[in-house]
């Protein structure tokens, strides 16, 4: 199994800037690609961006050149440090990690998700 904690969300003013984290722990042999969604009131859950093994990252439109994703491996963590903020950036954050874990004489892939960080940009 494999628990994702983040932590980082908050209430910031517009313009303003604030960094998520995301920690992966358990029997966790590889991860993949390493990813953050977010979900306004009303909506459905959106992509926002995507680190891989190898270190491509790619966003969706509204968020580029705001926002960068990365990654610590050694940490098994992935970063969002969000700059410029909006109020359209309201939402809850996700992240999810995709990779392989341990289990009994075998490795199975998994794909988990934390469990929601608030960020609310307002003035």
């Known amino acids: 199994q494999v628990l994702l904690v983040e932590s980082g969300g908050g209430l910031v003013q517009p313009g303003g800037s604030l960094r998520l984290s995301c920690a992966a722990s358990g029997s966790i042999f590889s991860i993949n690609s390493m990813g953050w969604y977010r979900q306004a009131p009303g909506k459905q859950r959106e992509w926002v961006a995507t680190?891989?093994?190898?270190?491509?990252?790619t966003y969706t439109d509204s968020v580029e050149g705001r926002f960068t994703i990365s990654r610590d491996n050694a940490k098994n963590t992935v970063y969002l440090q969000m700059i410029s903020l909006k109020p359209e950036d309201t939402a809850v954050y996700y992240c999810?990690?995709?990779?392989?874990?341990?289990?009994?004489?075998?490795?199975?892939?998994?794909?988990?998700w934390g469990q929601g960080t608030q960020v609310t940009v307002s003035s």
């Open positions: 680190v891989t093994s190898g270190g491509s990252t």
């Open positions: 999810n990690v995709k990779g392989a874990y341990r289990g009994i004489g075998v490795l199975r892939d998994f794909s988990s």
